[in-house]
């Protein structure tokens, strides 16, 4: 089967949708969550600008930096697993799209921590950019999609209205069962157009 990998990241996590084609048909082939830090890391790797706030400077430069390492050598290592599984199973991965932030300006550390929101907007960047290095390090095509503007390029990708395009969403949610939350429905739809999208 053809497939492609559909990624929507939080901080510390991502929900994984593959989609497959069978027959013209629109499978859901997996579905899971991928951890992108450590449970005994989790309390700051999932916000390592938020723990670096208040420290002295070098101290605070290196949490980033190992937080960001660690971020970027687990989705590594989860986007080599949902590879794995893909060709155990025989399939053939066209692409992986990955719901992806905003470009950031390039502000250091001190920058970013000087500024809460900065903080927040640093954070939302790191995991999804370690979702995309890891893809393009699996050696799969990259399919970036900035995640405010998913509706308006899968209509365009899929030359099909937003509102058919959510009953088909919500078709493979009834047939792949729980959960199927707006996480799994972006993740799907991004795999969609990583899977039947013409190119942009």
């Known amino acids: ?27 859901v082939v997996d579905r899971r969550r991928l951890e992108l830090a450590e449970e005994a890391d989790a309390q700051w790797a999932k916000q390592p600008y938020h723990a670096a706030e208040g420290l002295p400077s ?14 970027r050598r687990l989705a590594v290592r989860e986007m080599r697993a949902a590879v794995k599984r893909a060709r155990d ?18 502000w ?16 939302g960047v790191l995991f999804r950019d370690a979702l ?9 095509r990259l399919v970036a999609i900035p995640e405010k503007r998913l509706a308006e390029q899968a209509e365009w990708a899929l030359v099909t209205s937003a509102s058919a395009l959510m009953t088909r969403i919500a078709t ?18 991004a795999a969609m157009i990583a899977l039947q999208g013409r190119a942009k």
């Open 172 to 189: 493979l949610g009834k047939s792949a069962g729980p959960p199927w939350g707006k996480d799994q429905k972006d993740a799907a739809l």
């Open 58 to 71: 070098d101290e605070a430069r290196k949490i980033v930096q190992r937080g960001v390492a660690a971020a």
């Open 1 to 27: 089967m053809s497939i492609a990998l559909g990624l929507k990241a939080h901080s510390g996590w991502a929900a994984l949708v593959v989609l497959g084609t069978q027959d013209g048909e629109l499978h």
């Open 89 to 106: 199973a025989k399939h053939e991965i066209v692409a992986c799209a990955v719901l992806v932030a905003e470009p950031m300006p390039h």
């Open 132 to 140: 995309a290095r890891a893809a393009e390090a699996c050696g799969l």
């Open 108 to 123: 250091s550390v001190e920058e970013i921590l000087a500024v809460h929101f900065r903080m927040h907007q640093a954070e």
